[in-house]
């Protein structure tokens, strides 16, 4: 069944975990060098040529390739099985997944030769090489085309089965990718109209600001398009591998429509501190941020009282007896159960982050890696890697290679995030020390760090080898001879709700309205206000 | 569409400390007088720095000035990789606003301690205002990647003890 989506999942995805591995090999170097263990030296003679080089590599392998290629790669896979249905033009999906390699190739040449040591925000006047741009916008385009293949798809399956309602897990997809295309259109206009040309010295300079509004359009919502397919999992799929069952359907399909609604209108939490933006503008999206606050919240109900059927199912009893119920033998389980504790306190952080006030503490300091890795790096990454424990044997038809090396994996780094994530937190908040600096060679940092930096460093170490416990893992799965006796199905929780959910939670007419609607009011004005001031005068550098 | 009593409750309580934590914010960023850096005035990067255009071309140890007993202005140009003057001194007691640009690409500004943190944008004014009561001193540091030598960019404001 479906071997050609299969092909494209299973491409995806190894194109993912390659990212991954390049990129989350840079971590553990990062680390050790804030602990005063500077290893770039010797790696200047493998090509490595300085700290920065390798953090653009950590975040845009990490952030962008592995994020994206993992989502297109599940999606593909998840989607035609919840419709039931095949692609409806497969050859625009292979097309796309060519695009987003060549796309990749073209971005990861002039990282790789130091040209392009911007770090994964890119702020001009920062200025890399054109191919770095151009390949971005491909993997983004060829993003895209995915998404087409799929509302085509989607398409067709509304038209054979009027009536009906969307089962959950494709109409959460289709909502992810709309919103993603949505999203993109940000970062496209900044690198198409304002980026390119400058690179290219058509045009002298370029305006910072101008082009930080653009790429914040994209890049907070970029965060729950890493997110949702989590979510996705855990609505849908998690609570059927605990037993359990989906608890309220009709709300989460809600809370997926919500989030295309808010998740774009909330960029400017990212310039609370940028000179250019209206203080009041940053006002209203701090609102909706707030706002946006209410759909995970949702979330954290529902999937925990679905993963509590299971738990009771399974014999558990009591107030919390139930948790203990739960499959922990399972590896796929335990490490999105953890996913969910650490990402209780991303949450946390998240809204601090997101007060105007509280901001000024911590912004641009290491407070804000050690939040994301909770978010992107263990909500998002660590459910991508236990979704891989039965993703990948059910593409490939072998069984996971090592389940004890799994439930491994997923512990430590649960554990490794948890001591790295509080070594930067605290540095961030107490001691102001800024992010994406080599520390280990500025000369403020203060013997009082070092504890911190310490404890920073065993926690990257230990992701450092839960890193490498996955990847045997995966390895040891793809190139196994034997083929599984019992093939791996996808997981798909049953609705505790019989009766289907309302028709407006299945029509995009009022949803897309209200989307172009809060966009509207929250970038419209301000959009133009800078479009129309806006002062061409920085021309490019390239300081490393 | 059914939904479960206890999960209506949550929502509600959900929702409503959602819009107590926005409230404190706003509260709190009123009663405190937060403030953060907005739209001041517009420069040319590349002409800020020469010599008679702006209060960023005068003599480095010329920007720093009192405007009034205890009230202080400093003009700070932040480039690869230095913030220029890098060295500040006031008495305690003093205010001083600090008004922050940028001749090339993008930097930070945190003064460690305090409540001054900007982003410094080519083509914009960054200004914040703080009062120290606190001899002591404080660290300003780029919190925005400039480049190859970005984690050596910083400065000390000196608070010395003579009031
Ligand atoms: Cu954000
Ligand atoms: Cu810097």
Redesign the pocket.
Known sequence: MYARENKIAGWSLAVAMIALFIGGSMGPLQKLNYAGVNLYDTLNDIGLASYYQGLTLHAVLNALVWTTFFIVGFFTFALVRSLNMPLKMPWLNVAALIVMVIGLIMAAIPILLNLATVLFTFYPPLQANTFFYLGLTLVVIGSWMHGYGYYLTYWEWRKQNKGTRTPFIALAIIITMVMWQIATLGVAIEIIFLIIPWSLGWVEGTDPTLARTFF?FF??PL?YFWLLPAYVSWYAMLPKQAGGKLFSEGLARLVFWLFLALSVP??L??QYLDPGVPAGWKAVHAMI?FALFFPSMVTAFTVVASLEVGGRARGGTGLLGWIRALPWGDPSVTAQLLAMILFVFGGIG?LT??SYNLNLVIHNTSWVPGHFHLTVGSAVTLTFMGIAYWLVPAISGKNLWSRKVALWQGWTWFVGMILMSNGLHILGLNFSMPRRTMIGAAPYADPAWNPLLFEAMIGGLILGVSGLLFYANMLGTVLSRKKAETPVEMPVAESMDATPAPAWLDSWKPWMALTIVLILIAYGPILVDLISSAQFTSPGFTPW | MHIDRTERTYMIIAGALIAVFFGLVVVSSLAYGIQVPAPEARVDPQTVATPGNSPWGDPIDERVRELAPGQYEAFILAQTWVFLPNVIEVPVGSTVTFQVTSKDVQHGFNLSGTNINMMIIPGQVSKLTATFNEPGEYAFICNEYCGIGHQTMFGRLIVTDEG
């Open positions: 914040w890049g907070h965060v909330v960029g939490h990212h941020t998240g982050n997101a």
